[in-house]
C-alpha cells in the first residue's frame, strides 16, 4: 500500500471509531500524557488497532488516541509518538499527525520532554519553541510529494505559528507559569547527546535538545496545519552541570512538571479561536 493509502485507511478508521469533529490535537511527550484525563466524554483507540501503525513500546506513553470535550471545545490527544530512533521511516513518525489532518484537524499543539542546552533554563521549566534546527539529516518530505497533502517545496520560516506562540505566552501570564522561549534542535538517539555534540548544539544556537517533535511539524506545517510547540524541559544536556542522564529521570521530572504543562494547554485551547 502507497504512502497515502495507509493515511487515508488510518484517518477513516479514527474518523468511524472516534466520530469527532476536533479541529483540535495535541500530542503529549514521554510522561506528559495525563492531559488526556482531563477530557469529558472520553473515547479512545489504542495505536496497536489503528491500520498502518506501527508497533512500538517506549516507556511512558500510553500509545493511544483519545478524542472528547475541554471546556466545551472537541479536541483529540495523543498519548505517545513514534520516534526515528525505533528504526521506523519518517513516513510512519509522522503517520498519526499525516491522518489527524486528514481527520479535520487545522491547529496541532506538539509537546516533548527534552534536555536543556541553555544555562539560564532549569529542569521542571517550559519551553515554547519559536525554532527548530534538524540536526538529523532527514527530512519527513523526502521522496515523492503528496500533492494532495501540500506542495513539493513549503515554506519554513514561521512553523511555530507566530500569534499561537503570542497566545501561549498570554496563557502563562494568566496562569503564572514561567515559560521560556528558544530554538530546539532534533537529535535523532537514542543515545543521549555527548559533551562534545552539546557544545556545538550551542554554537548553532539551540537552546534545547531532544529526539522528537520537528518531524511532525515539518509533516503539519506541509499540510497547513498552524503549529504551536511546548517543550518540558527534563534535565541539564550532557556535559553542561555534570552528571549521567537516564530514561526515568526525563520520565520523573516530566511527570511533576505536568501540572504546569496541562493548566498551560488547557488555556491556550480554550482561547484558540476556530
Keep these: ?72 471545545v472537541e479536541i483529540l490527544a495523543v498519548q505517545g509518538r513514534f520516534h526515528l530512533y525505533d528504526g521506523l521511516s519518517l513516513s510512519d513518525v509522522v503517520l498519526p499527525v499525516r ?16 534536555g536543556a542546552v541553555n544555562p539560564a533554563f532549569a529542569p521542571g521549566e517550559l519551553m515554547l519553541l519559536s ?14 510529494n503528496l500533492d494532495d497533502l501540500g506542495p513539493r517545496f513549503p515554506d519554513a520560516s514561521a512553523i511555530y505559528d507566530p500569534a499561537l506562540r503570542a497566545l501561549a505566552g498570554e496563557a502563562a501570564a494568566r496562569q503564572g507559569i514561567v515559560l521560556r522561549e528558544g530554538v530546539y534542535a532534533w537529535w535523532s538517539g537514542p543515545s543521549y547527546e555527548t559533551p562534545a555534540e552539546i557544545r556545538m548544539i550551542r554554537l548553532l544556537g539551540a537552546d534545547a535538545v531532544g529526539m522528537s517533535t520537528v518531524p511532525e511539524a515539518l509533516a503539519a506545517s506541509h499540510m497547513n496545519m498552524r503549529v504551536l510547540g511546548i517543550a518540558c524541559l527534563t534535565n541539564m544536556a550532557t556535559g553542561i552541570h555534570g552528571g549521567r542522564l537516564s530514561h526515568e529521570e526525563v520520565l520523573e521530572v516530566a511527570a511533576a512538571a505536568g501540572g504546569r504543562l496541562n493548566a498551560l494547554l488547557s488555556d491556550v485551547i480554550v482561547h484558540i479561536q476556530p
Design 99 to 114: 491522518a489527524l489532518g486528514l481527520l479535520g484537524v487545522r491547529t496541532l499543539l506538539l509537546t516533548n520532554a527534552c
Design 131 to 144: 525554532d527548530h534546527l534538524n540536526l538529523t539529516g532527514q527530512n519527513p518530505l523526502f521522496g515523492d
Design 1 to 72: 500500500m502507497d504512502q497515502l493509502s495507509r493515511i487515508r485507511e488510518a484517518a477513516a478508521f479514527l474518523k468511524d471509531r472516534l466520530a469527532t469533529h476536533a479541529a483540535i490535537a495535541v500530542v503529549l511527550g514521554s510522561g506528559l500524557g495525563a492531559f488526556a484525563d482531563r477530557l469529558e466524554q472520553p473515547r479512545a483507540v489504542a495505536f496497536a488497532e489503528i491500520p498502518g501503525f506501527p508497533e512500538t513500546r517506549l516507556a511512558g506513553h500510553a500509545f493511544r488516541i483519545v478524542a472528547g470535550r475541554l471546556q466545551g
